[in-house]
């Protein structure tokens, strides 16, 4: 049986999850109105994860008998000062993430929820990934800077990214499901 505590969390979680999405399309779109259009897909391909991400806590607070309570999405900046810019928010948005994913699982521990404990190892692994992808595209940025050819380059690059989850979440979406 899952606590009205964990429960909480979790709705909050999604939340969480579903406001990424919402900075992340918000930032796609900021970065195609500055013809960074390789920026723009990569941060889409970003907003569908955040999507399965948030279903998949979604899922599982349903197969545990749970109420899901969806909770007001805050918005998003609507513009950001640089590519740069863009991704310094998006690592120290990451590392929020961290952090409530890590609260969850300090719960499941606390409450010996073995089974939300298990649930939340994924997210664990996934954001350790997340950060270092933030990271990286960081460092090539500084490389690049601002304006020129590095940027046009890692623009490109980075529009090579291609969505490789669920995006039809008509048929619902396994708890087990990738990214």
Wanted: hydrophobic share 40%; charged share 25%.
């Amino acid at each position: 049986m899952i606590s009205k505590a964990m429960v909480d969390i979790i709705n909050k979680q999604i939340n969480n999850e579903m406001y990424s999405a919402y900075l992340y399309m918000a930032m796609s779109a900021d970065a195609s109105s500055k013809g960074l259009n390789g920026f723009a897909k990569w941060f889409m391909v970003q907003y569908h994860e955040e999507m399965l991400h948030a279903l998949k806590f979604y899922n599982y607070l349903l197969d545990q008998g749970a109420e899901v309570h969806l909770q007001t999405i805050k918005e998003p900046p609507k513009t950001f000062a640089s590519a740069r810019d863009m991704f310094e928010k998006t690592l120290e948005h990451e590392r929020f993430v961290t952090k409530s994913i890590n609260e969850i699982a300090d719960l499941a521990q606390k409450e010996q929820d073995h089974a939300t404990y298990t649930f939340i190892q994924w997210y664990v692994t996934e954001q350790i990934e997340e950060e270092k992808n933030d990271t990286e595209i960081l460092q090539r940025l500084k490389l690049a800077g601002d304006t020129g050819p590095g940027l046009f380059m890692l623009d490109a690059a980075l529009g090579a990214r291609t969505v490789t989850v669920q995006t039809d979440f008509s048929a619902g979406v396994p708890i087990t499901a990738g990214a």
